[in-house]
């Protein structure tokens, strides 16, 4: 089974996982906000394209629902709301600076790797290619993380927590065709929340420590001194 | 069937009429009422799945069985007796100046809020409504972590939002591959649903299996507070105010453990090695020991208690994964007996935090002196959850450990160690806050510990003697859970 | 009659390499909002530097004089080994991808040592800077050729065209990657902004011009007419391995004219992108080149990952 075997829906889905994942990548690299934002908006907007060109071979009008879903959570109302909110707080000139780049990188292509090997079993024993981009979907999720640990800010924090959940909608769209309707209604009303909340907690923590380096919030421990 | 609608729709009436209207003087108390009708309607379910067994709906959208219906009674029960504690607190809460009447209209909807996701976790039967149920669990109670708006309480918050909300993802991956796995059994409509699943468990591929399991232990796991995903935990117990410890507490962990269980179920169905039981053994046994040790450190009375419930879940987990009839049977036990008294202590304990004016233990003394019902309550409860007898907890530990040794005997002197490492510790906390002098000033305050004594009582009476159709909904749940009969 | 075909290509390539530069400043001027020299200026340029004569140091070795030379004959002999508008050279035949990449390293290195042979301070400092940025420049670039040469299970370069035109219009996600990892590779080792920018002035700026700056004469046009082959042999090296569409299978007169045509349009196209990048991006500090090519090395690295991962057979 060689790609290029394959018929065209399959070389596309896996060249759209190709492009998410170094969407991710380009996430870890930006040191300012507003293109870490915008960068996460292409990886959405990526996604949505997906969920179109899967509705339109397997004819399935509820990933048309799930491609809007996306497309205005991910592409339309978080981007523009962490946007906003960057902006109102004027840490869009902030340059995070990160002092240990190539190790992150490379780091991150390690996790692509392991996340190949954890995946084995499972892409051995099926006859699909196309889910190999569950490989693709794991790594993106752990990236997302990645992201997390690597960056300071908590807009970045939040960013790669959604970037987490792009990677989720992308394995239930490749694995399965899509999540039953109601369950991703569920996860899209829960992930609407939690960008509400985060925006609320955005606040709240620049009242409190006046500033948004979560480094600075620490007064809690394991062992208290 | 009507009674779980009805319940679903009473929280999210209760939501929208605490959401919208203007702050009444008496929302403490109606908040209450809303409470003990939910109760009243969760006894009329557990009367009906007595009489007539397992329920299903039409839309096998809900399954009432064995295993879920007396959590269900005891979630409503806990969320009454808590509303009871909370009503003169929180308005003792507003007296004293830590929150103002627009916050408490936000506490009080996010509890029927938290309540309602607590009740779906319980009642679905579709694992993916289940994960979004328990994401709207962890959001519902986030903005209540932070309720009192004090540095340490957001940094609480911010850490559970994240802790959580990063777990709960692993979790949706694990699902997203049990409904791959399912997928290709039949039909997709019905891949979701827990009961299919379970008919037709020998038939999916253990290998996916195994990995989806991995991603919900550490995903639910980080709700249930297993170590080293327990972070969030004493922070968001401990900062959060005293009501919303007793619900996370006794109820949130619960349901997590319950979401795990459900899952292990379908895997050990589907795989013939016992790896989910070693993994859930592993990470318990760890929780336990790790937590007894971290008890003798703490400073905040709070963080005490809750490391004594990562402790106890630790334990729990590890019953679960030891399979076996005894072993799951005491699980089972744990988490009734468990919920009630963690919650009565934390009723106790916020009250001795407002008699002393600080959660710090080095400034709360003399609890005995001052107010002896508090002192008392706070004692008898501690005595409870180490596990001396006649209370539940000494019955459900003493089976564990007898399961333990049937199957691990050597893993019994860690279990043991583990339980005189955490009685030591909080002991030796609990004893100068409640026998010591009582410093200058201390007054009694106006506090309501009918709940406390009804819960102790309840602990005390499922230690002597277990009413029987409990005991026989534990016997049909161990035989669902673990394939063998006590 | 194809060694005759290999040799006309050859002769192309270093023809035309001065019209490259050429369209290329006249893209950068017009961006500017400047009036461009014409096409031919370039020619004109490099026959002017031809009919001076050359200035040479007292201090300056055998070296000095002799490597204008072996870095012009390098690089055409590159130019022999990248198809340019048909494929089945014999050239190429006989030295693949790998034999590409020791050809420019060969040249480098004599241009390097070039630089520090006369002794002055900026010569040396260009020639340091020069191997920092090829060392890190060379392993991306292997990798992303390999990416390449792995679809096709053959490291020779017209082969690898070849497979790419026969399996039709497969999109390979791999290619992607290793199309970006190449135009970064390609902007630093021909010293294009935001690398370096060639057409500086201030020494302590300068990356390749520091090592020619005591270059006169003919010897300075051998080098500029090398630098600017290097430029056309990248351009048509992403052009015909990634785009391959239009170059001439069969040695018949029609289709050559009709490759020659297309390539000219392909190589328009990218200097155009070129200048557009050079115009809108600013010139990277040194030590950001290091990040520049490590992520150039990483986008290989995932090309590489995606063909294993995402194409391969089980």
Redesign the interface.
């Known amino acids: 089974?060689?790609?290029?075997t394959q018929d065209?829906y399959t070389?596309?889905i896996?060249?759209m996982?190709?492009?998410v994942?170094?969407m991710s990548?380009l996430m870890l690299?930006q040191g300012r906000l507003p293109r870490l934002i915008f960068v996460f908006a292409m990886q959405g907007m990526l996604l949505t394209l997906t969920a179109i060109l899967a509705a339109n071979e397997l004819h399935s009008p509820h990933l048309y629902i799930s491609a809007f879903l996306t497309f205005t959570l991910k592409v339309v109302f978080i981007p523009s709301m962490l946007q906003k909110q960057v902006f109102a707080m004027n840490i869009h000139r902030d340059v995070e600076a990160l002092k240990n780049?190539?190790t992150v990188?490379?780091s991150?292509?390690s996790l692509?790797?392991f996340s190949?090997y954890?995946?084995q079993?499972?892409?051995?024993?099926s006859s699909m290619?196309m889910l190999?981009?569950l490989?693709?979907s794991?790594s993106v999720?752990l990236l997302g993380?990645l992201l997390?640990i690597s960056h300071r800010q908590?807009v970045a924090?939040v960013v790669g927590?959604m970037s987490?959940?792009n990677g989720?909608f992308f394995?239930?769209m490749v694995?399965?065709d899509g999540?039953?309707m109601?369950?991703e209604l569920?996860?899209a009303?829960?992930v609407l929340?939690?960008a509400v909340?985060?925006g609320?907690?955005f606040f709240?923590?620049r009242t409190?420590?006046d500033s948004l380096d979560?480094d600075m919030?620490?007064?809690?421990h394991?062992?208290?001194r | 069937m009507i009674a779980v609608y009805l319940l679903l729709c009473l929280s999210v009436a209760g939501i929208a009429f605490f959401a919208l209207t203007g702050h009444h003087k008496d929302i403490g108390k109606l908040n209450t009422y809303i409470s003990a009708v939910s109760l009243g309607i969760t006894i009329w379910l557990a009367t009906t799945v007595f009489q007539y067994g397992t329920i299903l709906s039409e839309s096998k959208a809900f399954l009432i069985d064995s295993f879920n219906v007396y959590l269900i009674v005891l979630t409503a029960f806990v969320g009454f007796t808590t509303s009871l504690f909370s009503a003169p607190y929180m308005a003792h809460e507003i007296e004293l100046g830590k929150l103002t009447e627009a916050r408490l209209k936000l506490y009080y909807s996010m509890y029927q809020g938290f309540m309602l996701a607590m009740y779906l976790v319980l009642t679905t039967n579709?694992m993916?409504?289940m994960?979004?149920a328990m994401?709207?669990a962890t959001?519902a109670t986030?903005?209540l972590v932070?309720l009192y708006?004090?540095?340490?309480s957001?940094?609480?918050?911010?850490?559970y939002?994240?802790l959580c909300?990063?777990g709960i993802?692993?979790a949706?991956?694990g699902t997203?591959?049990l409904?791959?796995a399912a997928?290709k059994l039949g039909n997709?409509?019905n891949?979701?649903l827990w009961s299919v699943l379970h008919e037709e468990a020998t038939q999916l591929?253990p290998?996916?299996l195994e990995?989806s399991f991995v991603f919900l232990l550490i995903g639910y796991g980080t709700k249930i507070g297993l170590v080293p995903l327990h972070?969030w935990l004493?922070?968001a117990h401990s900062?959060g105010p005293t009501p919303m410890s007793a619900v996370l507490s006794g109820l949130l962990l619960n349901d997590a453990l319950y979401a795990v269980v459900r899952n292990k179920m379908l895997v050990d169905g589907a795989t013939q090695s016992h790896i989910a039981g070693y993994l859930m053994m592993g990470f318990g046994l760890v929780s336990f020991l790790v937590a007894a040790l971290?008890l003798h450190?703490?400073?905040?009375i709070k963080?005490l208690f809750s490391y004594s419930s990562i402790e106890h879940m630790g334990l729990m987990t590890f019953a679960f994964g030891m399979g076996g009839a005894l072993a799951t049977f005491a699980a089972l036990l744990h988490m009734t007996v468990h919920s009630l008294v963690k919650s009565a202590i934390f009723v106790t304990v916020g009250h001795a935090a407002q008699i002393a004016g600080t959660q710090k233990m080095a400034q709360i003394r003399g609890l005995i002196k001052t107010q002896p019902k508090v002192g008392w309550g706070l004692l008898i409860g501690t005595v409870a959850i180490a596990g001396f007898p006649p209370f539940g907890v000494f019955t459900s530990e003493f089976l564990v450990l007898l399961a333990t040794m049937r199957e691990y005997p050597w893993l019994t002197p860690l279990l043991l160690l583990g339980i005189g490492i955490a009685f030591a510790g909080l002991f030796r906390h609990i004893q100068p806050m409640v026998y010591g002098e009582k410093p200058e000033g201390q007054l009694p305050i106006k506090a309501n510990l009918i709940p406390v004594m009804v819960h102790l009582g309840l602990a005390l009476w499922l230690g002597l003697a277990i009413p029987s159709f409990l005991s026989d909904w534990f016997s049909q749940a161990t035989l669902l859970i673990s394939g063998s009969s006590l | 009659m194809n060694w005759a075909i290999a040799i006309l290509q050859t002769v192309l390539f270093v023809a035309l390499a001065p019209l490259l530069a050429g369209f290329l400043k006249f893209c950068k001027c017009r961006l500017q909002n400047r009036r461009a020299p014409s096409f031919l200026q370039p020619y004109r340029d490099l026959l002017k530097l031809t009919r001076k004569q050359p200035v040479i140091s007292e201090d300056a070795s055998w070296l000095f004089c002799v490597a204008p030379y072996i870095i012009f004959t390098m690089m055409v002999l590159a130019a022999t080994v990248i198809p340019l508008i048909a494929v089945d050279m014999p050239t190429s035949e006989s030295a693949d991808v790998i034999v590409l990449v020791g050809f420019f390293a060969f040249a480098r290195f004599f241009l390097a040592l070039a630089g520090l042979d006369i002794g002055t301070a900026f010569g040396g400092m260009g020639s340091s800077r020069e191997m920092t940025i090829s060392s890190l420049a060379e392993p991306a670039m292997l990798i992303a050729v390999f990416t390449i040469t792995m679809t096709a299970s053959n490291t020779d370069l017209s082969g690898a065209i070849l497979h790419i035109l026969h399996?039709?219009s497969?999109?390979?996600?791999?290619f992607?990657?290793a199309l970006f990892a190449l135009i970064l590779v390609a902007v630093a080792e021909t010293g294009r902004i935001p690398v370096d920018n060639p057409t500086t002035h201030l020494e302590l700026t300068m990356i390749h011009e520091a090592m020619i700056l005591e270059y006169s004469g003919r010897h300075l046009a051998l080098i500029e007419w090398a630098s600017q082959l290097k430029l056309m042999l990248y351009g048509v090296l992403i052009a015909n391995l990634f785009f391959p569409w239009g170059i001439a299978q069969s040695f018949s007169f029609g289709a050559l004219s009709f490759a020659l045509v297309v390539l000219v349009l392909k190589l328009v196209v990218l200097s155009i992108f070129l200048a557009l990048a050079e115009t809108a991006v600013a010139k990277m500090r040194l030590f950001r080149v290091?990040?520049y090519l490590?992520?150039a090395y990483?986008?290989g690295?995932?090309g590489m990952?995606?063909h294993?991962?995402?194409?391969?057979?089980?």
């Open positions: 089974m060689n790609i290029e065209f070389q596309a896996l060249s996982s190709a492009l994942g170094l990548f690299g780049n190539t990188m490379l991150g292509a692509m790797i190949y954890v995946l079993p499972i892409i051995h024993t290619i190999n981009a490989v693709v794991l999720v993380l997390m908590a924090h927590f987490i959940e989720l394995a239930a694995a399965t999540m039953p109601v369950v569920g996860v009303f829960d929340v939690a909340l985060f609320i907690f709240h923590i409190s420590i979560v919030m620490n007064k809690l394991e062992v208290e | 579709n993916g409504i994960w979004v994401e709207g959001l986030v903005l932070s708006r004090t540095p340490e957001i940094e609480a918050a911010w850490k939002f994240i909300g990063v993802a692993q949706l991956f997203i591959l409904y791959y997928e997709p409509e891949a979701l591929n290998d996916i990995i972070n004493p922070d900062e971290f450190r703490q400073k905040d963080r | 399996s039709g497969t999109l390979h996600p791999s992607v990657f290091q990040e490590g992520f990483l986008l690295l995932l990952l995606s294993i991962i995402l194409e391969s057979t089980r």
